[in-house]
Structure formats: structure tokens, C-alpha cells
């Protein structure tokens, strides 16, 4: 299962971080949908491709 976290979203940006499990060393696909649910409105969908040392330091594959 994956696992991830918002960390900041506002009109300029959307950072944070996901990990799937499965395959640790891929980017992930990240959907975001409009109302907070999947039956929602998908409004963006995103790769998290972007290394981050403070999330891997934590976690020991590539997390993006």
C-alpha cells in the first residue's frame, strides 16, 4: 500500500512526499481530486519524481 503526505498546497505549489512499497525505487503517480474523495472530481494528476533526503532518511529507499 502506498503511503505519503501532504505537506503544503496552496495557489502557487503542492509539496510532500509518496512511497509505494512495491516497487520503492519508481516515481508515483499521484491523483488529486476535487472534494477530498476518488468519487470526486480528479483535477490534476501528478509524478512524484523529486528525491528527498529528509523523507529517505527515514525510509531506506529512493522516496520522491
Known amino acids: 500500500l ?6 503544503q498546497a496552496d495557489c502557487t505549489q503542492i509539496v510532500g ?3 509505494d512499497f512495491d516497487s520503492t525505487n519508481s516515481p508515483v503517480t499521484i491523483e488529486l ?3 477530498g474523495t476518488a ?3 480528479r483535477v490534476r494528476t501528478l509524478t512524484a519524481n523529486q528525491y528527498r533526503s529528509d523523507v529517505s532518511a527515514v525510509y531506506p529507499y529512493e522516496v520522491f
Not at 2 to 7: N, S
Open 33 to 35: 481530486y476535487k472534494d
Open 39 to 41: 468519487s470526486g472530481n
Open 2 to 7: 502506498p503511503r505519503g503526505y501532504l505537506d
Open 17 to 19: 512526499w509518496s512511497i
